[in-house]
C-alpha cells in the first residue's frame, strides 16, 4: 500500500485528530511527564504531532508549511529523554493507537513505526 493510500486506508484526517487528541489528554494527565511540555497549552503541541503525523503517513503537507523540515531528534533536544520517558510517551500512544481498532496489518505497522522512531529521539541516559 503506498503512502497516501495509507493515510486514507486509516481514516484520513479523523484518525490522526483522535490519535493525537487521546495521546495529548493522557499526557495532560500526568503532572510529572507533563512537565517537559513547555507550553501551558498542549493544544498546539497536539497539532503539530498529528501534521507531522499526517504528512508522514501520506496525508498532506501541513507539517512542513508551517514547520519546514522535521529534523525530529533536533527539535528533541531541548527535553532530557532516556528510556524512562520514551516508555512513558510509547504507553501513551500505545493506548490511542489500540482505541482507534484499525485492521490488525495497519495497527502493527504504526505501531512499529513508533516504536522506531521514539527509540530515536532517546537523548539521555538512565539516572541509576
Ligand atoms: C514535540 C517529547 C517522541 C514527534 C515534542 C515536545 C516534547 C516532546 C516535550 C515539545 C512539544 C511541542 O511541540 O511544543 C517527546 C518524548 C518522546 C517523543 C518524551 C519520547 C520518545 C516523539 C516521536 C515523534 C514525535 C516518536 C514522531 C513520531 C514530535 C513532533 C513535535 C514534537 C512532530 C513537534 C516538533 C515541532 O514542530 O516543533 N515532543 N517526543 N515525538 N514531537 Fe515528540
Known amino acids: 500500500i503506498s503512502a497516501d493510500n495509507f493515510y486514507a486506508a486509516v481514516g484520513g484526517e479523523e484518525t490522526f485528530i483522535r490519535l493525537t487528541k487521546r495521546?495529548?489528554?493522557q499526557v495532560g494527565a500526568d503532572a510529572e511527564f507533563r512537565e517537559m511540555y513547555p507550553e501551558e497549552d498542549l493544544?498546539?503541541?497536539e497539532e503539530r504531532l498529528r501534521r507531522f503525523l499526517e504528512q508522514y503517513w501520506g496525508g498532506p503537507d501541513t507539517y512542513s508549511?508551517?514547520?519546514?523540515?522535521?529534523r525530529l531528534r533536533m527539535r528533541h533536544a531541548p527535553?532530557?529523554?532516556s528510556t524512562k520517558e520514551r516508555d512513558t510517551w510509547l504507553r501513551y500512544m500505545?493506548?490511542?493507537?489500540?482505541?482507534?481498532e484499525l485492521p490488525t496489518e495497519f495497527h502493527d505497522e504504526m505501531w512499529e513505526y513508533f516504536e522506531?522512531?521514539?527509540?530515536?529521539m532517546v537523548n539521555s541516559l538512565d539516572t541509576p
Open 23 to 25: 495521546f495529548y489528554e
Open 43 to 45: 493544544g498546539p503541541a
Open 94 to 100: 500505545k493506548v490511542a493507537l489500540d482505541e482507534l
Open 79 to 81: 527535553f532530557r529523554i
Open 65 to 70: 508549511e508551517q514547520r519546514g523540515h522535521p
Open 116 to 120: 522506531r522512531a521514539a527509540d530515536a
